[in-house]
């Protein structure tokens, strides 16, 4: 089975961070794990240390692992689209960005 590192990143609402965190914290996290094929996910937020310049304020950091990474993603988009993923409107949806990459860590 083939392995990935989801990477999410983004930014809330003005003022709106400890909202956005205990969301994410209490309900996101385990909505996130609870889809097949993520086996782990943390958040990350920023430091004022960066190069050449900093990125979104929240990193969401998941492991995935499946052979059809199509259907994965097709699986995620259904479950927030149905309403079964919990969502806050603290979250600034125009500046998610979302990255996959494939693990290519020798086993060993």
Request: glycine share 8%.
């Amino acid at each position: 089975m083939a392995k990935y590192v989801l990477l999410v990143q983004s930014s809330t609402k003005e003022g709106r961070d400890a909202e956005y965190e205990a969301w994410y914290d209490a309900h996101h996290l385990s909505d996130m794990c609870a889809i097949p094929g993520v086996s782990n996910g943390r958040r990350l937020v920023s430091t004022p240390v960066a190069f050449p310049e900093a990125g979104k304020r929240h990193l969401g950091i998941f492991d995935v692992e499946t052979d059809d990474l199509g259907a994965f993603m097709a699986e995620m988009n259904r479950i927030r689209v149905s309403g079964q993923q919990s969502s806050t409107d603290s979250l600034d949806r125009e500046s998610i960005v979302l990255w996959i990459y494939e693990d290519k860590t020798p086993e060993g």
